[in-house]
């Protein structure tokens, strides 16, 4: 049964056109400047973790790519400051 549901999620992830249909897809709320940006360091790191990890289902396949995103954000911050400003709103970061 598990081999069936990761498989339709596999075929529906190969239908979407874009890196915003698949945080949609995930319900996974993003900022579209980043998006236009980082799009392809964030399908990398996605596919990266899926790799890893080997999802058994779609909230599997969701921390994998809200995983990614926050990675991204984080390399985002200013180093200086000390902040974690990118990381505002996040509660499902592994880092917390």
């Not at 915003?20 to 996605?46: A, N, P, T, V």
Request: hydrophobic share 30%.
């Amino acid at each position: 049964m598990q081999t069936t549901n990761v498989t339709s999620i596999e075929d529906k992830l190969k239908q979407l056109t874009s890196i915003s249909e698949l945080l949609h897809f995930f319900d996974i709320g993003f900022d579209s400047g980043l998006m236009h940006e980082w799009q392809d360091d964030l399908l990398k790191r996605f596919n990266g973790y899926v790799i890893l990890t080997k999802p058994q289902d779609w909230f599997d396949y969701r921390r994998c790519l809200k995983n990614a995103y926050c990675k991204i954000q984080r390399g985002r911050l200013d180093r200086s400051n000390k902040t974690r400003s990118a990381c505002r709103g996040c509660t499902s970061c592994e880092r917390r």
